[in-house]
């Protein structure tokens, strides 16, 4: 079971090669720190991924874990947490879509049938809808 928190949680076990990702908007906005600058426009919007680890893998449950129950359902929280990575202050944080292959996609229906009580779900459709909603686009 997979029990990352925290920012630790925005970071794959294997982001190389990865065929499906988490995609979420941020809102940026720069505050130059040196008087007399500054930037116009001051704000802008930006897309952050993070990869999505293969199913089965130590970190799969990210979407379960820690997307709909866990720390990233918290906006203020996860816009700290993007802050403390980016640098910078974030205004807004959300999640977007999961975004796969075919190929990714069937795996992650296959091990989500294989244990169907980790998500108190009779179905793997009924666990898509539940976590994960109309928010995943296969390419």
């Keep these: 079971m997979d029990t990352t928190d925290g920012l630790a949680s925005l970071q794959p076990t294997a982001p190389d090669g990865a065929t499906a990702r988490y995609v979420f908007r941020v809102e940026i906005r720069l505050e130059p720190a040196a008087d007399g600058l500054w930037t116009d426009p001051d704000r802008f919007e930006t897309t952050l991924y993070r990869a999505s680890d293969e199913p089965g893998t130590d970190g799969w449950l990210f979407f379960r874990d820690t ?67 109309s928010s995943i686009r296969v390419a």
């Excluded at 866990?70 to 816009?79: K, M, S, T, V």
């Excluded at 999640?95 to 294989?114: G, P, V």
């Design 67 to 133: 997307l709909w129950r866990g720390e990233l359902a918290d906006e203020p929280h996860f816009r700290r947490l993007v802050e403390d990575e980016l640098g910078c202050q974030v205004v807004s944080a959300s999640f977007s879509e999961l975004r796969t292959d075919e190929a990714y996609f069937d795996a992650l229906k296959t091990e989500i049938a294989d244990d169907l009580s980790l998500f108190n779900a009779d179905s793997v459709s009924d666990v898509l809808n539940k976590y994960l909603g």
